[in-house]
Nanobody, 118 residues
Framework: QERLEESGGGSVQAGGSLKLACTVSGRTYSSATMQWVRQAPGKGREFVAAIRWGAGNSFYSDSVKGRFTISRDKAQNTVSLQMNSLKPEDTAVYYC???????????WGQGTQVTVSS
């Protein structure tokens, strides 16, 4: 059964860095789009970044472009999110998700908390 499991969340001061990882259990098809989505307290879920599992094309929201980098490792079946120059407004629960396209989701991880203090 396919499953997503996030790791790497934590607390950091503004300007710091964190790296999130998502381990994919089960087969992942080349057509899949792996994504990171976040939800801040009291707000709805927000698309952060996506990567095509097959081709490796990446996409970012304007709010994280230039600061975050998404990558995937086919051999390890993992998707990572390197987050640099973190801001307090990046504080949220970060979810790994899979779908056919950007902002299309058919599988979610349990989420990992990222807290950025000023």
């Amino acid at each position: 059964q396919e499953r997503l499991e996030e790791s790497g969340g934590g607390s950091v001061q503004a300007g710091g860095s964190l790296k999130l990882a998502c381990t994919v259990s089960g087969r992942t098809y080349s057509s899949a789009t792996m994504q990171w989505v976040r939800q801040a307290p009291g707000k709805g879920r927000e698309f952060v970044a996506a990567i095509r599992w097959g081709a490796g094309n990446s996409f970012y929201s304007d709010s994280v472009k230039g600061r975050f980098t998404i990558s995937r490792d086919k051999a390890q079946n993992t998707v990572s999110l390197q987050m640099n120059s973190l801001k307090p407004e990046d504080t949220a629960v970060y979810y790994c998700a899979k779908g056919r396209g950007i902002a299309e989701y058919d599988l979610w991880g349990q989420g990992t908390q990222v807290t950025v203090s000023s």
